[in-house]
Structure formats: C-alpha cells, structure tokens
C-alpha cells in the first residue's frame, strides 16, 4: 500500500471551510484514497473515499487530482465537532480484508 | 441502528495476568479487524477474520496474542500473561463485505497493564 503524507496539525475558523491535503504520490491505478477521523476517546470514524473521481457526501467532499498523486478532504462548514485526528489512507481495490495502516494523521483543531 | 460494541471499556490488569476482550459487530458483517492503538500514535493491524475463518495474523506481535471468532460474529481477543507494553487502546472494526467496504469501528478498549 502507497505511503501518505499529511500535515501535522491545522486551525480552522468555526463556520469556514476546512481544506485537509494529503500527498499519495506513489499511489497505484487501483488504490482507493479512503478518509477517516478520530475524536478523542473514540474509536476512528469512516468519512469518505474515491478511486478516480471527486466524492461528495453529507460529511465530506473529496478531491483527487487528476494525476491522482495528492488530495484534499473539505469540510465545508467546519464545527467544534470536527476537531479530531484526520487520517487518509491508501486502500488496493479488490484486496480480500484490506487492512488501514494509519500514519500520524492531521491534528485539525477548530477554534470558536 | 447498534454500531460496533467492544467490551470492557477500560481494563486493568497486572503484570502477568490474562485478559480477554470482546468485539461485536454490526450484524451481518462478514469481516472483523482488530488494531492496537498506542499512546499518541494511529491504530496498527493485528489481525482479520473473514466469517469465522482467520485469514490473516500477521500484525499479532506475539505469541501471547490469540483471536478467535468460533462463529463469524462476536470476537475476542486474548492476551496470555500480558506486559506492560501491552497497554493500549484495542480497536475492533467490522465491515460489510472482504471487499472495497468502509469498516466501521468501535470505541475500544482501554488496556492498563500494572
């Protein structure tokens, strides 16, 4: 499974969007970007993922470039609930279990 | 609708001892995963059960880590005279079907080895 690479930790204003980049640039054709996060104390949380084309959800939208090397995970409308450990990950498509392997995860802290 | 329930919450433990932890997830899910989640750091892979069947161990750190799921729903997880870097956070996740399908995790179980 290809490595990512994210920011340790971002701020983000109540209300405004957050834009939580990931770098995958060793990503095969048939590797999903999957996103979750993790609130303190509770178990990680599945957000959203896509293979090639952008993925929009109640939680989330997803952007892929087209060369498919990074990403970006959008909350548009960022709460003080969404402060939490981001994780996005690399998943082969069609691999029978297909277990996470987490990084370190972006810190995103929304502040009032 | 029930999400995937792990039991105990918190456990202590002395050095020494065994414990077992128990996972049950969603109903219907095929799959089951079981990470450890150390202080500070994302969750690591232990072990994946398809239905009853233990197709992969390979993140069991020892031999005194033992999973079992005789049925294809309720798991547990069985450390055999634990250490103390054993404490950790142990996840379990279910999902729908082996393939392309979020898995959905619990809260955990919070082990303090003594």
């Known amino acids: 499974d290809a490595k990512t690479t994210q920011p340790t930790s971002m701020d983000c204003a109540e209300g405004r969007a957050a834009n939580l980049p990931c770098n995958h640039s060793?990503?095969?054709?048939?590797?999903?970007v999957y996103w979750y996060r993790q609130i303190h104390s509770q178990g990680p949380q599945y957000i959203i993922h896509?293979?090639?084309n952008n993925e929009t959800n109640e939680m989330a939208s997803l952007i892929i470039t087209e060369d498919r090397k990074s990403s970006t995970l959008i909350l548009p409308h960022a709460t003080l609930r969404d402060t939490a450990v981001y994780y996005c990950i690399v998943r082969v498509a069609g691999n029978q279990g297909g277990k996470l392997i987490f990084g370190q995860g972006t810190e995103l802290s929304v502040k009032p | 609708g029930a999400g995937v329930s792990q039991s105990p919450r918190y456990k202590v433990a002395k050095r020494g001892q065994d414990v077992a932890l128990r996972c049950d997830p969603i109903s219907g899910h095929v799959s089951l995963f079981w990470y450890q989640q150390a202080l500070g750091q994302g969750p690591e892979f232990l072990t994946y059960?398809?239905?009853?069947?233990?197709?992969?161990k390979s993140g069991l750190p020892s031999d005194r880590f033992f999973a079992e799921r005789p049925e294809g729903s309720v798991s547990t997880l069985k450390i055999q005279r634990t250490q103390q870097e054993d404490s950790a956070v142990y996840l379990c996740?279910?999902?729908?079907?082996?393939?392309?399908?979020?898995?959905?995790f619990g809260d955990g179980t919070r082990l303090s080895i003594l």
């Open positions: 059960f398809q239905n009853e069947a233990q197709l992969d």
């Open positions: 996740a279910s999902s729908h079907s082996p393939f392309d399908q979020p898995q959905h």
């Open positions: 060793t990503i095969s054709g048939n590797e999903y």
């Open positions: 896509g293979l090639k």
